[in-house]
């Protein structure tokens, strides 16, 4: 599927080839989501404790990715209403702690947004 971008860059336009995204949110909604609260498991004589850990496999093609996104976690604008989106400035220098060539962080920022999209959701669910 192609769709077109909706700017240009000195008179030509951009096209965006999306791809599957199903990773990607899947990735997002495992590190965001809260679980049951320690209310509702009660009501079924549980405790957080006897719930297990989640265990998600992360595919290698979106792992600098997921790395990235996961470190970027303290990273969050927040406005009166929530999560507003992350501070893209912080990219750069927290790629580079993580080791990461500046092609791979060009290339891991569209996942990065995918991700970050998917975290505001759940995030808004939750409330």
């Not at 999560?83 to 912080?90: K, M, Q, R, V």
């Not at 962080?105 to 975290?119: C, P, S, W, Y």
Request: hydrophobic content about 45%; aromatic content about 8%.
């Amino acid at each position: 599927m192609r769709r077109r971008a909706s700017g240009s860059a000195g008179g030509l336009s951009g096209c965006v080839q999306p791809g599957p995204t199903g990773k990607l949110t899947q990735a997002a909604r495992v590190l965001y989501e809260p679980g049951p609260s320690e209310a509702e498991l009660a009501a079924f004589g549980l405790t957080k404790a006897d719930i297990p850990d989640v265990e998600f496999e992360v595919w290698p093609d979106i792992w600098p990715a997921f790395l990235l996104f996961e470190a970027m976690s303290t990273q969050w604008r927040v406005g009166m209403g929530g999560p507003i989106g992350l501070d893209y400035t912080a990219i750069p220098a927290i790629a580079q702690l993580l080791g990461m060539k500046k092609t791979d962080t060009t290339k891991a920022f569209q996942d990065i947004r995918v991700m970050e999209a998917e975290a505001m959701l759940v995030m808004s669910e939750s409330k």
